[in-house]
């Protein structure tokens, strides 16, 4: 059961490791620690995606800045209190993770595969530039009753695909994680940078609506 549920959420990336390890939280005695992995694109550009890993894959004393990480693991999610709204907070959970000195060719860079529901209704748009997208928030269920709640960007005729989506359907995913910076807005004329983080989808299937 618990390996079936693991199935349904499939990420591995590799990059550079930006900065120390910071202290995250600990459960029953275990440590967890936040790494920050810069990941290129094929544009040149990079998406810098945030690693939660346990103290108990590596030594979370040394300092492997420079260095790159070939991490295997889940996408997931928890919702952090904010003053008066719950702010989303996404990261990637490490099941397996090896420090190289330098990244071999064939190494997946940046892959995601998610089955899950829908669990708002799509929102469909058009750029500026005609250019069509749609997002998706999508339920992925995990053991114990949990569920990460990852939010996923459909382009073009995925995104025409997915305006047609029900709550409660059932989807699969793949793509790749990227992240995004944006302005919020915190005070009348003051506005704080941020950065999002989301699920760019090159292919989508339909399995079933909700029973």
């Not at 793509?175 to 995004?180: A, L, P, T, V, Y």
Request: aromatic letters at 12%.
């Amino acid at each position: 059961m618990t390996d079936k549920v693991f199935d349904n959420n499939q990420v591995n990336i590799a990059g550079e490791i930006l900065g120390e390890l910071t202290f995250s939280h600990d459960v029953f005695g275990e440590g967890f620690y936040m790494m920050e992995i810069s990941v290129g694109r094929l544009s040149e550009s990079n998406d810098v995606i945030p690693v939660m890993v346990s103290e108990r894959l590596i030594d979370v004393k040394k300092n492997y800045t420079g260095m790159y990480a070939v991490i295997s693991g889940q996408f997931r999610s928890y919702n952090r209190h904010e003053e008066t709204r719950n702010r989303l907070v996404l990261s990637v959970f490490a099941r397996e993770i090896e420090i190289v000195e330098e990244l071999e060719d064939g190494v997946r860079p940046n892959y995601i595969f998610l089955d899950g529901y829908v669990c708002k209704p799509p929102i469909y748009r058009k750029t500026p530039l005609g250019r069509e997208i749609a997002d998706v928030l999508l339920a992925v269920n995990r053991p114990y009753g949990k569920s990460d709640y990852i939010p996923c960007i459909c382009w073009g005729r995925n995104a025409r695909f997915a305006e047609g989506f029900f709550v409660g359907g059932h989807i699969q995913v793949w793509g790749r994680i990227q992240s995004r910076e944006y302005q919020k807005k915190i005070g009348e004329n003051e506005f704080e940078k941020r950065v999002a983080y989301e699920v760019s989808v090159s292919k989508l299937e339909y399995l079933q609506e909700a029973e």
